[in-house]
């Protein structure tokens, strides 16, 4: 079976390729890699079993969606708890908030 990659029409190749989230590795999976742009294709299964992964290292779910509100002048952004705990960020914790582009911000914690 000789799959082409979506992508880029380049070969795929069957192999274990070491899967990173958040800058954290969690270790090896199969993988069908792009010879030619290098995108990594995982199957159902193998998905289902990063998500585990994930889920146990308490790094599922940190991806969410806020709404932004009011204090005085000010805007507000809520970091989930698991967000918080994940960047070990608590009440008073100082923070720079810089733009990267117009479609976001990043929070850099000292
Ligand atoms: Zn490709």
């Not at 390729?17 to 010879?35: H, P, Q, R, T, W």
């Amino acid at each position: 079976m000789k799959d082409k990659c979506v992508l880029c029409g380049g070969t795929l190749k069957k192999k274990l390729v070491n899967y990173e989230i958040y800058g954290k590795s969690i270790g090896k999976f199969s993988a069908l890699v792009c010879d030619s742009c290098g995108e990594q294709w995982f199957d159902e299964k193998t998905s289902k079993k990063i998500q585990e992964v994930e889920k146990k290292k308490g790094l599922f779910g940190l991806s969410v969606e806020t709404k932004v509100s009011y204090s005085g002048n000010s805007l507000i952004i809520r970091v989930p708890k698991n967000l918080a705990e994940f960047m070990n960020i608590k009440k008073e914790t100082r923070v720079t908030l810089y733009p990267e582009n117009k479609d976001k911000i990043c929070v850099m914690i000292k």
